[in-house]
């Protein structure tokens, strides 16, 4: 929720665009010519509504044969304008009757149907405005009035124009989400009714029975099907006929009119003939109980608005309630329409908006040569094609149709203007299709969902439409369907689905499944999709498969393609195994969202951390919307490229390297024993051994891993493998512990360490280094803005858990723990979940070291030191705690110290980047492309 700053800042630059506004359309304005800019303007710019282009109709045609000059359906709004200097109050002659510019738009509303009548008339004469709210008790004298001067103050009057489209978003989702939960309360009532539920063919029976039950609550309440048939079909019949009656009305429904038994029940002839596939085949429908009866009847039909639902909402709530793979996961999970447009809206309908409003803001264009290029730009939209290969419920697909739908009625209410007819008498105008649509899900149920919420979008939207096109729109039988294939994406050729020279768009939000998370099988889909040769198949994560397919499908083709991603896509150890083949193939990124929480709407809430990413071989302006940290707001950017680190940098991936790029000491890991737990104590563990085995004190170290160091725990390790034979014969306590060490490896399943049973005193991989080393975890929290390293001594034996440098300085120490290096470390290194995990190969190794000179490299030593000096003031608290962001005020020293040791190390690197990460990220790759070259 925005602060009351920032809402302060807001309404501050809302006033300013009101003076502007004002400031421009002084003593000006004509009714003809003027009416959409001035509209469009105060809409988009100074009262803040959305995707004006598309929600605000201009000069729309009314049944009467009059036209409404402005049309904000969502709000329910006619606008009445009038020329600059006309009174407002002055009856003018029209259709042989003398009425006011109010009781003009109150008798076109009057000439409408209920429905589509509004509930505010805003007139003008662009210097003055009123507002009539017509549920007033005499809204021609009761309305609100300021000036254009007064607008900056008066803003606030025009808000209802904008919080209906907030209110409908809010709505539509209430309503598909109770809606969801009674569908599942009912699914479980009728999944009882199965002799055995849990038999696939049961389950696709009820799965399909669910389905067929949510297009008819839908049809009946939209006014596909007659007033309360569904309802009055089934209501007083006896429970245990219903199952047989539901058979009934499935055939009748997938039955033309004119090969129905002429003897047809009254109540079912009643029925049209829908078509499309979903009543084709006769599926098992379990027997009803009077309170299964009850709760379809009275909860889930005569409750319920289903007319109401937003289908791209409902069919995923429907799908994650019903579809056994998802529900086990708890919660209704759905993707929000809003980040759908995260994806679709960078990807087309942003360029195909402003396309619109170009044809439709262009000066000095006669009327039919505008209507020429609207009907061009109708046979644009209506021949794309957009294909999601991983469609689930069908969300993508069916916000896309819907979005197109919306702009396919402002283009059919700017060909209507001025016309008495639209030469569409016979033929309907509309030309967006399911037909357009495809995709392909592994899920038979979710097929089903998808298709049937694209069904119940389409005949959404032809109610919509209905206010523009003056005769009935042909709901049903469906004549258009989407395909949607069943089939695992990643082993199916697309081709069969949708030629690649047919297809626009690719979009959808494949699986996210980590490298670890996999089956054998998916697994085997990821090799066979990528390129024989692709490193590291076995560690890159499964979203990857339909980046790969989708390069090699799209190929020579003008296709372009968005995925919403888990964000190691584009951050970490993966990212040159999957880029690297599809920068060979000329692929390069033309618009990204940076890591952002992707919140998939649900009761439960998992939340995963997400890029978007959009690719193709066509030239484009690069854009990258940028999130500060995940939970921000996005700013938008126009860097010069993006690389799929999604850096303003050349396309040089990150690949491990066994030594330094610089001339910088060699990075290790530390010791690792294989030894069972055997040498390995506790305080207490060690002090009960030393009593029973006094002459083993001077060979136990002290012990260091990650977790000891961050959250300052103490182990120690008892090393042996200096000690004397005739010195471990005094210490029988201790060759035990050699022996169990022994047993231990002999059993072992792996190969490698049997080998190593025969000298168990020794560690399989052993790193003690003479002097001092730092020390870096392997694992830190992604919540730290630094991963805390340190100094070790010789005294000191490592875990490999940890990272050692012997032989470094306070200069690398600085340099490692400073803002760079940790933003480079951030954008490279792997994940574990979403912790950092280090990396010597490709984090430290491939870090580009500036060349300062040698004050600037005293500079940072000396920072560099006050920073262990910060850290010393506060005896006892351990590294964990001190770099917890959320303890920072606690620790007012060592803030200031980094604070001072990153600008040394900016200055080092001559960038002025003021800490900015995202500047610092790109410096680096920038650096790192000249050190090892770009693809």
């Known amino acids: 929720m925005p602060n009351a700053s920032s809402q302060s800042r807001s309404f501050a630059r809302k006033q300013q665009a009101a003076n502007d506004f004002a400031a421009r359309w002084k003593g000006r304005g004509y009714e003809k010519g003027d009416t959409s800019s001035f509209w469009l303007e105060l809409l988009r710019d100074v009262v803040g509504m959305e995707d004006v282009t598309t929600n605000v109709r201009f000069e729309q045609r009314t049944t009467a044969g009059g036209f409404i000059d402005v049309v904000v359906p969502d709000a329910k709004t006619f606008i009445e304008q009038k020329s600059l200097g006309i009174d407002l109050d002055k009856a003018d002659l029209r259709q042989g009757k003398a009425v006011t510019p109010f009781q003009q738009a109150r008798e076109y509303a009057n000439s409408l149907p209920n429905s589509q009548r509004p509930d505010y008339i805003v007139v003008s004469n662009f210097s003055d405005f009123r507002i009539h709210d017509l549920n007033k008790l005499n809204p021609e004298v009761d309305y609100l009035a300021f000036s254009l001067s007064e607008l900056s103050d008066q803003l606030h009057l025009l808000d209802f124009l904008v919080d209906p489209q907030r209110a409908r978003a809010i709505r539509e989702e209430k309503a598909s989400m109770d809606a969801g939960v009674l569908i599942g309360s009912l699914y479980r009532m009728l999944r009882e009714q199965f002799h055995d539920p849990d038999a696939p063919e049961n389950q696709h029976s009820l799965n399909v029975l669910c389905v067929r039950l949510v297009f008819c609550l839908f049809a009946e309440d939209a006014g596909v099907f007659p007033k309360d048939a569904f309802f009055s079909y089934l209501h007083g019949a006896p429970a245990h006929l219903v199952r047989g009656m539901l058979k009934d009305l499935f055939r009748t429904l997938n039955t033309p009119p004119a090969e ?398 066994s030594k330094p790029l610089c001339d910088v000491p060699r990075i290790g890991i530390g010791n690792k ?149 940790n933003a480079w470390m951030r954008r490279v290194a792997g994940r574990l979940k979403s912790d950092y995990r280090y990396s010597g190969g490709v984090v430290y190794n491939n870090f580009v070291w500036p060349k300062p000179c040698k004050d600037s490299e005293s500079e940072i030593s000396r920072c560099a030191q006050a920073v262990l000096d910060a850290r010393a003031q506060y005896s006892g608290i351990t590294l964990a705690h001190m770099y917890d962001p959320s303890n920072d005020f606690l620790y007012p020293e060592l803030v200031d110290a980094h604070r001072t040791l990153d600008t040394a190390v900016e200055e080092a690197f001559e960038l002025e980047s003021n800490g900015d990460e995202q500047e610092i990220v790109n410096h680096l790759f920038n650096l790192y492309s000249v050190k090892v070259g770009a693809i």
């Not at 089939?487 to 690719?506: F, K, Q």
């Not at 700013?635 to 991936?653: E, G, I, T």
Request: with cysteine; charged share 20%; hydrophobic share 40%.
């Open 673 to 821: 024993p294989i030894d069972g737990g055997n040498y390995l104590f506790t305080d207490a563990e060690k002090e009960e051994f030393i009593q029973l085995e006094p002459l083993a004190e001077k060979y136990f170290k002290p012990w260091l891993g990650s977790i000891e160091f961050l959250q300052g725990k103490s182990r120690w390790v008892l090393w042996l493998g200096d000690a004397q034979p005739q010195e471990l014969a005094k210490m029988p306590h201790a060759m035990e512990r050699v022996r169990a060490v022994k047993e231990f490896r002999e059993s072992s399943r792996s190969a490698t360490t049997r080998k190593i049973a025969d000298r168990p005193r020794r560690f399989h991989v052993e790193n003690m280094p003479s002097g001092n080393s730092i020390l870096i975890p392997k694992v830190s929290s992604e919540r730290r803005r630094y991963i805390p390293i340190g100094f070790v001594g010789p005294e000191t034996l490592c875990s490999d858990l940890v990272f050692l440098i012997p032989n470094a300085t306070l200069y690398h120490f600085g340099i490692l723990q400073s803002q760079f290096h």
């Open 260 to 657: 129905r038994d002429p003897y047809l029940d009254e109540r079912l002839r009643v029925f049209p003939y829908v078509n499309g596939g979903l009543f084709a085949q006769e599926e098992e429908v379990p027997p009803f109980t009077q309170d299964i009866l009850d709760a379809l009847l009275f909860d889930v039909s005569q409750n319920t608005n289903w007319a109401e639902i937003s289908p791209t909402i409902f069919g995923g709530v429907f799908e994650s309630t019903l579809n056994p793979e998802t529900r086990a996961s708890g919660g209704m999970h759905y993707t929000s329409p809003a980040n759908i447009h995260k994806v679709i809206d960078p990807l087309f309908m942003d360029t195909l908006t402003a396309e619109l409003e170009s044809i439709l803001t262009e000066e000095g264009v006669s009327e039919n040569r505008r209507r020429t290029k609207l009907s061009r730009f109708h046979d644009k939209i209506a021949g794309l094609t957009f294909f999601d290969p991983a469609c689930g419920s069908g969300n993508f697909l069916t916000e896309t149709y819907v979005s197109l739908r919306r702009m396919e009625n402002k283009v059919i209410s700017e060909l209507s203007k001025g016309q008495t007819s639209l030469g569409f008498e016979d033929l309907t105008p509309l030309k967006i299709n399911l037909d357009q649509f495809f995709g392909i899900e592994i899920n038979d149920f979710a097929v089903s969902v998808a298709q049937t919420a694209l069904w119940i979008a389409k005949l959404q939207a032809n109610i919509e439409a209905q206010t523009i096109v003056t005769h009935d729109i042909q709901d049903l039988p469906l004549v258009d369907a989407p395909s949607i294939r069943r089939g695992n994406a990643l082993t199916l050729d697309w081709n069969s689905v949708l030629p690649a020279e047919r297809c626009n768009y690719i979009i959808g939000n494949p699986p996210f499944l980590g490298a670890r998370n996999q089956s054998k099988e998916q697994k085997e889909d990821l090799i066979q999709a990528f390129p024989a040769g692709t490193k590291n198949v076995g560690n890159i994560d499964y979203v990857a498969g339909w980046y790969i397919k989708a390069a090699g499908y799209m190929a020579d083709h003008p296709t372009r393609a968005a995925f919403v991603s888990t964000n190691s896509i584009c951050q970490g150890e993966q990212v040159a195994n999957i880029w690297h083949p599809i920068l060979q193939m000329g692929f390069h990124i033309d618009f990204a969202h940076n890591t952002f929480r992707w919140a998939n709407e649900s009761a439960d809430q998992a939340h995963v951390f997400c890029v978007i990413v959009g690719f193709s071989r066509q030239a484009d302006e690069v854009r990258l919307f940028h999130y500060a940290h995940p939970d921000a707001e996005p700013k938008l950017q126009h860097p010069s490229r993006l690389n799929p680190y999604l850096v303003d940098a050349p396309d040089a991936l990150v690949w491990s390297r």
